[in-house]
C-alpha cells in the first residue's frame, strides 16, 4: 500500500504540481495556441524565399510572444506542462473550435478584387483621367492617388465599368502605394495607342 501511495504522489507531483515557475492558466493558453495557428496559418500564404519565410516568422512569433508578456521558453515550459498533464490535446481542440466559429462568421464576406494594370488603365480612359495621371507634374505620386480616391468615392457607379466595388478599389491603390510609381509604365501603354 505504501508503495502504491508513494508511485501515485511522484505522479501527482510530477504533473499536476509541477507548473512552470511562470505559469499560464488553460484559458489563456490556449488564446496563445490560437493565435499560433493563425500566424503559422498566415505564412503559409506568403510567397517567400526559405530566408525571408524564416525572418518573417521569427518577427511574426516575437510579435506574438509580447503580445502576451512572455518568452519562447515560458512558452515551451507550460506547452511541456500541458502536454505531460494530458491537458494539450483538450487546448488545441478548443483553439480549432474557436478557429472553426470564427471562419463561419466570415463565411459571407466578399472577397476582395484584384485590379489589374489592364483593368486600371481602361478605367482612367473611360473616366477621362489618362491626361491628369500623365501629364500632371504638380502632385507627387501619392497625392495623384488620393485624388483617385476621392474622384471614385464621389463617383462610386463609374467603378462598375470594370465591375469593381469601391473597397476592392482602394485596397489595390493601397497596394499601388508600396510599389513604385506605374504610370511611368502606363505613359507607354497609351502612346502606343
Given at each position: 500500500?505504501?508503495?502504491?501511495?508513494?508511485?501515485?504522489?511522484?505522479?501527482?507531483?510530477n504533473?499536476?504540481?509541477?507548473?512552470?515557475a511562470?505559469?499560464?492558466?488553460?484559458?489563456?493558453?490556449?488564446?496563445?495556441?490560437?493565435?499560433?495557428?493563425?500566424l503559422?496559418?498566415?505564412?503559409?500564404?506568403f510567397n517567400?524565399?526559405?530566408?525571408?519565410?524564416?525572418?518573417?516568422?521569427?518577427q511574426l512569433y516575437?510579435g506574438?510572444?509580447e503580445?502576451?508578456?512572455?518568452?519562447?521558453?515560458?512558452?515551451?515550459?507550460?506547452?511541456?506542462?500541458?502536454?505531460l498533464?494530458d491537458?494539450?490535446?483538450?487546448?488545441?481542440?478548443?483553439?480549432?473550435d474557436?478557429?472553426s466559429?470564427?471562419?463561419?462568421?466570415?463565411?459571407?464576406?466578399?472577397?476582395?478584387?484584384?485590379?489589374?494594370?489592364?483593368?486600371?488603365?481602361?478605367?482612367?480612359?473611360?473616366?477621362?483621367?489618362?491626361?491628369?495621371?500623365?501629364y500632371?507634374?504638380t502632385?507627387?505620386?501619392?497625392?495623384?492617388?488620393?485624388?483617385l480616391?476621392n474622384?471614385?468615392?464621389?463617383n462610386?457607379?463609374n467603378?462598375d465599368q470594370?465591375t469593381?466595388?469601391?473597397?476592392?478599389f482602394?485596397?489595390?491603390?493601397?497596394?499601388?502605394?508600396?510599389?513604385?510609381?506605374?504610370?511611368?509604365?502606363?505613359?507607354?501603354?497609351?502612346?502606343?495607342?
Amino acid at each position: 500500500m505504501v508503495l502504491i501511495a508513494f508511485v501515485f504522489g511522484c505522479k501527482s507531483e510530477n504533473s499536476m504540481d509541477n507548473k512552470p515557475a511562470k505559469f499560464i492558466e488553460s484559458d489563456k493558453f490556449m488564446q496563445i495556441v490560437y493565435d499560433i495557428n493563425v500566424l503559422e496559418g498566415g505564412l503559409e500564404n506568403f510567397n517567400m524565399n526559405q530566408f525571408e519565410f524564416k525572418d518573417t516568422a521569427m518577427q511574426l512569433y516575437k510579435g506574438l510572444f509580447e503580445k502576451y508578456n512572455i518568452t519562447y521558453t515560458t512558452f515551451k515550459e507550460n506547452q511541456d506542462y500541458y502536454i505531460l498533464t494530458d491537458q494539450y490535446k483538450e487546448l488545441t481542440q478548443r483553439a480549432a473550435d474557436s478557429a472553426s466559429y470564427e471562419l463561419e462568421k466570415l463565411k459571407d464576406i466578399t472577397p476582395i478584387k484584384p485590379m489589374s494594370f489592364i483593368q486600371f488603365t481602361q478605367l482612367l480612359e473611360l473616366d477621362s483621367l489618362k491626361n491628369f495621371v500623365e501629364y500632371d507634374t504638380t502632385l507627387t505620386y501619392p497625392e495623384i492617388l488620393d485624388s483617385l480616391i476621392n474622384f471614385y468615392r464621389i463617383n462610386p457607379s463609374n467603378l462598375d465599368q470594370i465591375t469593381m466595388d469601391s473597397l476592392s478599389f482602394e485596397l489595390n491603390i493601397a497596394k499601388m502605394r508600396k510599389s513604385s510609381n506605374p504610370f511611368k509604365k502606363m505613359k507607354k501603354v497609351f502612346n502606343k495607342k
